[in-house]
């Protein structure tokens, strides 16, 4: 992270005057003329507008739980849990979610955001999209919002990212006292979509952010889908 009196520091910048974004907008041109990118700025990007942008939006009854609950079941590979009108599904994209992601906020009445299909190439065509526009080398995630099994509320994470490595591998490397880490693995990707939902908020009409001072040395290629999703023979708890 960058330096800031010999202590590090991370900036945390919402982008607000974004248009409603209908299908078929280009984001990267929308964020473009709007931010004063810099060479290593990470662009978080909330799912919403990505599934906007990507037509991911279908017509569903606003009263019917028991339409959301269908659609659920649609983008579901394996059901894990049920209790009342919510569902505890693993998506076709490995993702272990409520209702598989499916959403009514933040979109028209009537209407349902259904995740990206490939929420890691969603990122990588923003950030190609910034790079031509720009010229500037950043990063970009796309994020949503997930709860947790064993903690009360919820935190952004990372669906998909570009640019930046999802993992920083720390096994090998020497503690605070010299021993060697055993275990120590950190999902940087949704550390800084956390970091950048404090911005953002879930009402306040801030889609994007950006995150500026991240550790140089995070920043190359990976894949959320591959490297941060836990392969269902790792899972301790399917």
Not at 17 to 39: C, F, N, Q, T
Not at 175 to 184: M, N, Q, S, W
Not at 188 to 198: F, G, K, Q, R, T
Not at 222 to 234: A, C, F
Request: glycine letters at 10%; a neutral charge; aromatic letters at 4%.
């Amino acid at each position: 992270m960058s330096q800031h009196d010999g202590s590090p520091a991370l900036r945390l910048l919402g982008l607000r005057g974004l248009p409603e974004i209908g299908r078929g907008d280009d984001l990267a041109r929308l964020i473009a003329e709007r931010a004063s990118l810099e060479d290593g700025d990470v662009v978080v990007v909330t799912q919403k507008i990505v599934s906007k942008a990507e037509g991911r939006l279908v017509a569903v009854d606003p009263g019917s739980p028991r339409e959301r609950q269908e659609l659920a079941l649609g983008e579901a590979v394996r059901v894990l849990r049920r209790r009342g009108d919510l569902v505890i599904t693993e998506t076709r994209h490995g993702f272990v979610c409520a209702n598989s992601g499916v959403d009514l906020s933040n979109v028209a009445a009537g209407q349902a955001a259904l995740l990206p299909e490939d929420s890691d190439r969603s990122a990588r065509r923003i950030r190609a999209g910034l790079l031509a526009r720009t010229g500037r080398e950043v990063a970009v995630i796309v994020s949503d919002t997930f709860g947790r099994a064993w903690r009360r509320g919820v935190t952004d994470v990372a669906l998909g990212s570009a640019g930046i490595r999802p993992m920083i591998d720390l096994r090998g490397s020497p503690d605070a006292y010299g021993r060697p880490l055993v275990a120590t693995e950190i999902c940087v990707v949704d550390e800084i979509a956390s970091a950048a939902e404090l911005v953002m908020g879930k009402a306040a009409g801030v889609p994007v952010a950006i995150v500026r001072g991240v550790d140089p040395s995070w920043f190359g290629e990976g894949s959320v889908r591959t490297e941060v999703v836990r392969p269902y023979r790792e899972d301790l708890f399917r």
